[in-house]
């Protein structure tokens, strides 16, 4: 291969200039048959032949404004993480429940996970979701596979989710996790799949200094949990197939157009940007809450920050200038040529969906598409 070939490859492989974080609003038939499936009312196979039908129409919709990694909007998911997490050997999850604050309005509390028993890779969870994807792309399209991080089994409960029986030292846990981890993605790469990102809210939650308080009310240093997360999903990198590419979504909570964390990624940039040896970072950046680009500073060569400058939370669309001199901002830290674009989460991270209108989430798909061409060429 000569020296043009391996620069046009290395250019093509993901993350791309324009890229997503992967979840989509639901269309009305597929909230209606999921209500069905709930209700008795349709069996899983019925409920598959209508998220396999939503799924083809949002392919289309993705190829339709110029992306380039295609998802299946987490059409089969209900929570971005339970689904994926609960299918592990070892985890049980509790189911959220709706909750009445003091001033009378409703919350939905988050959904607990915790580890009642050794964790294992019991089945390929996301390989024939995968593999129906994959069959609907068209040609030169790239298969995006979005699955939580492992960190989820360990900061939402710390210490006290993860069964003191089973693991009595928590090194033995981290291993398991990582190694159930690296079976998903050799079970993945078997079949094609080049391109995995984890979605990760607890590096996000611990720039927030309430969300770090939590943490040490928990019993754990907030200052050396991104080191062990670092090492931790550095745990499954070390299993990941030759010629995949990892990404990390960091998420600030994304609930129905909601946020749980804010602050600015210094308290964990060193330990996430330098430290953890995953190909790209996802990084929201749609408002103030996020803080500025100089955290950008710890970027290594060789990797790729993906700048989540346009908003799914709010359905006003950003402007090309104000978004091209946010890019110009972060190049000051990074090179331009590791830089790309994004919106800062999906548009539906649960079933619920976000407050935008589908038409928003088309214009604001676009618009990055647009700015990147413009941008990067």
């Known amino acids: 291969m000569n020296a043009n070939a391996t620069a046009a490859s290395a250019e093509q492989a993901p993350p791309f200039r324009a890229d997503h974080v992967g979840s989509f609003l639901r269309p009305k038939r597929l909230l209606e048959a999921r209500e069905k499936f709930k209700k008795g009312e349709l069996n899983a196979d019925g409920l598959r032949v209508v998220e396999d039908d939503a799924i083809a129409e949002i392919v289309k919709f993705q190829e339709d404004v110029g992306l380039q990694s295609i998802t299946d909007g987490e059409f089969r998911r209900t929570y971005f993480h339970v689904d994926f997490l609960a299918k592990m050997g070892g985890v049980k999850t509790d189911i959220p429940v709706t909750i009445q604050k003091p001033d009378g309005t409703l919350e939905l509390a988050p959904p607990i996970m915790r580890v009642v028993g050794k964790v294992q890779h019991t089945q390929d969870i996301q390989l024939a979701d995968f593999n129906f994807l994959q069959?609907?792309?068209?040609?030169?399209?790239?298969?995006?596979?979005?699955?939580?991080?492992?960190?989820?089994?360990?900061?939402?409960?710390?210490?006290?989710?993860?069964?003191?029986?089973?693991?009595?030292?928590?090194?033995?846990?981290?291993?398991?996790?990582?190694?159930?981890?690296?079976?998903?993605?050799?079970?993945?790469?078997?079949?094609?799949?080049?391109?995995?990102?984890?979605?990760?809210?607890?590096?996000?939650?611990?720039?927030?200094?309430?969300?770090?308080?939590?943490?040490?009310?928990?019993?754990?240093?907030?200052?050396?949990?991104?080191?062990?997360?670092?090492?931790?999903?550095?745990?499954?990198?070390?299993?990941?197939?030759?010629?995949?590419?990892?990404?990390?979504?960091l998420c600030r909570g994304n609930f129905m157009s909601t946020w749980a964390a804010q602050g600015g990624y210094e308290p964990v940039a060193e330990a996430l940007l330098s430290?953890?040896?995953?190909?790209?970072?996802?990084?929201?950046?749609?408002?103030?809450?996020?803080?500025?680009?100089?955290?950008?500073?710890?970027?290594?060569?060789?990797?790729?920050?993906?700048?989540?400058?346009?908003?799914?939370?709010?359905?006003?669309?950003?402007?090309?200038?104000?978004?091209?001199?946010?890019?110009?901002?972060?190049?000051?830290?990074?090179?331009?040529?590791?830089?790309?674009?994004?919106?800062?989460?999906?548009?539906?991270?649960?079933?619920?969906?976000?407050?935008?209108?589908?038409?928003?989430?088309?214009?604001?798909?676009?618009?990055?598409?647009?700015?990147?061409?413009?941008?990067?060429?």
């Open 135 to 249: 069959s609907q792309l068209a040609p030169g399209k790239t298969a995006k596979v979005t699955i939580p991080s492992p960190t989820m089994l360990h900061f939402r409960g710390g210490r006290a989710g993860i069964s003191k029986e089973h693991y009595p030292e928590l090194e033995p846990f981290y291993q398991d996790v990582a190694n159930a981890y690296g079976d998903e993605l050799r079970s993945l790469a078997a079949a094609g799949s080049t391109y995995v990102q984890m979605d990760d809210t607890n590096l996000a939650y611990l720039c927030d200094e309430k969300m770090r308080e939590a943490a040490r009310a928990r019993g754990d240093d907030p200052n050396e949990l991104p080191h062990r997360y670092a090492s931790f999903i550095n745990r499954v990198v070390a299993q990941k197939p030759a010629g995949m590419r990892l990404a990390v979504h």
């Open 275 to 377: 430290e953890m040896n995953v190909d790209a970072y996802f990084l929201e950046y749609d408002d103030a809450r996020s803080g500025d680009f100089k955290p950008l500073r710890f970027l290594p060569k060789g990797k790729t920050v993906v700048l989540g400058l346009v908003t799914t939370k709010l359905g006003q669309l950003e402007s090309k200038d104000d978004l091209k001199r946010r890019i110009d901002e972060a190049a000051k830290y990074v090179p331009l040529d590791q830089l790309a674009l994004s919106p800062q989460c999906g548009f539906s991270s649960t079933v619920h969906g976000n407050a935008i209108a589908v038409e928003a989430q088309r214009a604001k798909l676009r618009l990055v598409v647009e700015v990147a061409q413009e941008v990067w060429g």
